[in-house]
């Protein structure tokens, strides 16, 4: 058994052993283990504190175990806030306690197949989501918006967050073997959580930066049957009860400003300031936005470009 931690309360349940402030290696953790008492480790798991200790927590603190090692992790893990870990060498099993929650470790083989398979179900996930992330789009640029394509988008974006958050889970998990894992994922998840905080400052009622993380916060709070439900997420776009999907919109133009390269958030939040909505913007000549501050010819010029560019592109794509 390791407990990670090694503060006065881990301390005030300890019970022989002896101390040992080693620098942390496998090699030493493994010798140690070979002896039947507790090793405690320091917060940060980089020194080795004590060995062959016995732990003497509670026996009032419930427990659901029956082996006398794991009801021992479970009982110190309810009692102090620290890590226990709980090795099996008969089952090959690998318990982590902490708090209420338990977690049994599976094998790295396991892991990654399982990892692999989260990973597939983001792809398609995510392949959904620029679907309708281009339809909303394209609805913008010929100002046909409703607020169902903007909760298309949102109910997108927050399933592919969840599945992201699973595959986190076995990244954790796998350590230095989930190394490929991790960039898979980050390449399937870029600019997700900015292109769903943009879409909510497009269209939310009040434009602040943190009345924006409230809402995702909101929608990342939802169970699935709430999220699946499309009036729920319209709600919280709208703030509002029973809201009207067909319901048209004009977004403020955060989303499309920020694809075109080299303008700063700055310039994009002070265009929005500046003309309101998305159509104004696309409407303007490049020398309507020299009035925006930092906006010179030159990057006037590369806005009006940039807009005519993605409008063009994104009709074609719908109509080919």
Do not use: W
Not at 134 to 146: C, F, I, N
Not at 196 to 216: K, L, N
Request: a negative charge; proline letters at 4%; hydrophobic letters at 45%.
């Amino acid at each position: 058994m390791i407990l990670v931690g090694d503060g006065p309360e881990v301390l005030s349940i300890c019970s022989g052993g002896f101390l040992l402030d080693a620098e942390f290696s496998p090699q030493r953790l493994a010798e140690l283990a070979k002896m039947d008492g507790a090793i405690i480790l320091a917060a940060d798991a980089s020194r080795i504190a004590r060995a062959n200790v016995h732990l003497v927590p509670s026996p009032n603190v419930f427990t659901s175990e029956t082996g006398t090692r794991h009801r021992t992790a479970e009982r110190v893990a309810r009692s102090i806030d620290v890590p226990v870990i709980a090795v099996s060498e008969d089952m090959s099993v690998i318990t982590i306690y902490r708090n209420d929650d338990k977690r049994v470790l599976e094998t790295v083989a396991r892991l990654l197949g399982r990892a692999n398979q989260a990973l597939s179900t983001l792809e398609r996930y995510r392949d959904r989501l620029d679907s309708v992330t281009s339809t909303l789009t394209a609805s913008e640029v010929e100002d046909l918006v409703t607020l169902r394509d903007v909760v298309m988008v949102l109910q997108r974006a927050e399933m592919v967050r969840r599945i992201a958050d699973e595959i986190e889970g076995y990244i954790v998990q796998l350590g230095t073997d989930g190394r490929l894992v991790l960039l898979q994922l980050e390449e399937l998840m870029a600019g997700v959580e900015d292109e769903r905080r943009q879409v909510v400052r497009d269209y939310h009622p009040e434009d602040t930066a943190p009345r924006a993380a409230g809402v995702v916060a909101a929608l990342a709070s939802l169970s699935t049957d709430e999220l699946l439900d499309a009036s729920v997420v319209a709600g919280l776009i709208l703030d509002t009860e029973h809201p009207d999907l067909d319901f048209g919109l004009q977004p403020r133009g955060y989303r499309l400003l920020s694809r075109i390269p080299r303008i700063p958030d700055t310039t994009v939040a002070a265009m929005v300031a500046r003309f309101a909505s998305l159509q104004k913007i696309m409407r303007s000549e490049a020398e309507d936005f020299l009035v925006v501050p930092d906006v010179d010819p030159v990057l006037a010029r590369a806005v009006k470009d940039g807009l005519t560019r993605l409008a063009e592109t994104t009709i074609l794509d719908r109509y080919s």
